[in-house]
């Protein structure tokens, strides 16, 4: 079920200091193990670990297809319009076969009630502030309520300048049902939701001051 407050994990028990000297790559493995169940998910989020090699978002141009060729089924890039769009720009076949049609131009953000909307607004800016991973899982019903289980990824990518004005994503469905792409998908509901910080404090915890720890624990679950 879905809590409305932001599943972050990562964000108030993994400070730097409490991730240095622990290995990159055991850091990562252990995000990567404990958040995401599905293949696709772990993958594109290790391939995008490593060609962002420290920095706080690899370049568009960096997305090498024949390095994820077995993943874009699965996998998308959209554009950022602040707050108010996460516009698809490319999407895979098998997205969009089992959404039930084109999603290239669709807005991602569209998809939600308005509840749900605010909290993966919310994920999506700290995505393009602080370079943060979001991910988790919804639920997406067709007209005659069947029901289908996904996982999700976004990952920040700099597209031109030096902002965060891209997502590279995947979704992928959860135990697939055998029906799945022959009834349109027409409604979505948000389950799990969380913000993963790969390397750094977000800017809210930047001065660690007690007032905005106070404030992140009012803003985010803390998942032990």
């Given at each position: 079920m879905l809590s409305k407050s932001l599943l972050?994990?990562?964000?108030?028990r993994h400070s730097p200091a409490s991730v240095a000297g622990r290995g990159t790559e055991r850091f990562v493995g252990e995000f990567v193990e404990r958040m995401m169940q599905q293949a696709t998910t772990k993958e594109l989020y290790a391939y995008w670990d490593a060609i962002r090699n420290g920095r706080i978002a690899p370049r568009r141009f960096e997305i090498e297809p024949a390095k994820i060729a077995g993943l874009l089924r699965e996998t998308f890039i959209a554009e950022c319009t602040g707050l108010l769009g996460m516009r698809f720009r490319l999407a895979g076949t098998r997205l969009c076969h089992q959404f039930g049609?084109?999603?290239?131009?669709?807005?991602?953000?569209?998809?939600?009630?308005?509840?749900?909307?605010?909290?993966?607004?919310?994920v999506v800016h700290n995505i393009i502030n602080d370079g943060a991973v979001g991910y988790g899982s919804f639920v997406g019903l067709t007209e005659s309520n069947r029901e289908a289980a996904?996982?999700?990824?976004?990952?920040?990518?700099?597209?031109?300048?030096?902002?965060?004005?891209?997502?590279?994503?995947?979704?992928?469905?959860?135990?697939?049902?055998?029906?799945l792409g022959s009834e349109p998908l027409v409604a979505?509901?948000?389950?799990?939701?969380?913000l993963h910080l790969p390397d750094e404090t977000p800017t809210f915890l930047?001065?660690?001051?007690?007032?905005?720890?106070?404030?992140?624990?009012?803003?985010f679950y803390v998942v032990e």
């Amino acid at each position: 079920m879905l809590s409305k407050s932001l599943l972050a994990p990562n964000l108030l028990r993994h400070s730097p200091a409490s991730v240095a000297g622990r290995g990159t790559e055991r850091f990562v493995g252990e995000f990567v193990e404990r958040m995401m169940q599905q293949a696709t998910t772990k993958e594109l989020y290790a391939y995008w670990d490593a060609i962002r090699n420290g920095r706080i978002a690899p370049r568009r141009f960096e997305i090498e297809p024949a390095k994820i060729a077995g993943l874009l089924r699965e996998t998308f890039i959209a554009e950022c319009t602040g707050l108010l769009g996460m516009r698809f720009r490319l999407a895979g076949t098998r997205l969009c076969h089992q959404f039930g049609r084109e999603l290239r131009g669709d807005d991602f953000l569209g998809f939600w009630s308005h509840e749900d909307r605010e909290a993966i607004s919310s994920v999506v800016h700290n995505i393009i502030n602080d370079g943060a991973v979001g991910y988790g899982s919804f639920v997406g019903l067709t007209e005659s309520n069947r029901e289908a289980a996904f996982e999700f990824v976004l990952l920040p990518l700099i597209h031109t300048g030096s902002s965060i004005n891209r997502l590279l994503g995947a979704i992928t469905a959860i135990d697939p049902p055998f029906w799945l792409g022959s009834e349109p998908l027409v409604a979505f509901k948000i389950g799990d939701l969380g913000l993963h910080l790969p390397d750094e404090t977000p800017t809210f915890l930047a001065h660690n001051s007690a007032e905005a720890a106070r404030r992140a624990r009012q803003r985010f679950y803390v998942v032990e």
